[in-house]
């Protein structure tokens, strides 16, 4: 089955220090892949997403993510957190093919705690 | 540009009622996909819309249906409400133009809670 991992609920760090949030994924072929993040109440806001090419995303807000295919990883990082970074963050993957349009598969959140 | 609407934002339903919830896309974007969002299940996939077509759906029972009309507006409606329905019901659409301009842009969400 297809699915997204995200191993770990909660991520703490503090403010100033870099951050990676983990991503894993299991699809077949060459999927697509996304970072989204939400605020309480809100929708999911687009940070950065894999197509093709340089496997070195860079995305809004100062995020980036590194693609590797051989560990089907897709993990996101910031050189240097804010507090105001702290919401809750989604992994996505849209598998590749037509019977997969509009389709993304999502894994369960992690939420980012930057403190002070 | 103006982004994803979605209305209403909250709406607070009695079981065995329906609903219906409205999703308008970016001007041009012809591509509509609908979520479930909760605590237990995590974000999951409904179906997608594109050219007034259903060119998707994901794993829920027939109570969840939707259309898209001419101008890409999209609704979706849940019949016979249950409890377990009760959550955050998010569009996005996508100008779905090939890989390089994959991209979905969320709305906020429509609030469902049944009781």
């Known amino acids: 089955a297809q699915s997204v991992a995200q191993p770990e609920d909660q991520v703490n760090v503090a403010e100033g220090n870099p951050l990676t949030v983990k991503c894993t994924y299991s699809?077949?072929?060459?999927?697509?892949l996304f970072w989204y993040v939400q605020y309480p109440n809100r929708g999911l806001q687009f940070l950065l997403k894999?197509?093709?090419?340089?496997?070195l995303v860079k995305g809004s807000y100062g995020f980036e993510a590194e693609f590797n295919k051989s560990q089907t990883s897709f993990h996101l990082k910031k050189p240097s957190a804010l507090v105001s970074d702290s919401a809750l963050y989604f992994c996505?993957?849209?598998?590749?093919?037509?019977?997969?349009?509009?389709?993304?598969?999502f894994g369960q959140g992690t939420t980012l705690q930057v403190k002070p | 540009k103006a982004g994803v609407t979605q209305t209403p934002r909250y709406l607070i339903k009695t079981r065995g009622q329906q609903v219906t919830l409205s999703c308008s896309p970016i001007?041009?974007?012809?591509?509509v996909s609908w979520y479930q969002q909760t605590p237990g299940q995590g974000l999951q996939f409904l179906f997608e819309?594109?050219?007034?077509?259903?060119?998707n759906k994901g794993n829920f029972p027939g109570r969840f249906s939707g259309r898209q009309f001419s101008n890409s507006r999209s609704e979706m409606n849940v019949s016979t409400l249950e409890l377990g329905d009760s959550a955050l019901y998010l569009c996005?659409?996508?100008?779905?133009?090939?890989?390089?301009?994959?991209?979905?842009?969320f709305g906020s969400g429509t609030r469902l809670t049944v009781v």
């Open positions: 699809v077949s072929g060459n999927p697509y």
């Open positions: 001007s041009g974007h012809r591509s």
């Open positions: 819309y594109f050219s007034e077509t259903q060119r």
């Open positions: 894999y197509i093709t090419g340089d496997n």
């Open positions: 996505a993957v849209r598998p590749e093919g037509s019977s997969n349009t509009g389709k993304l598969i």
């Open positions: 996005a659409s996508s100008a779905d133009r090939g890989p390089s301009n994959y991209g979905y842009t």
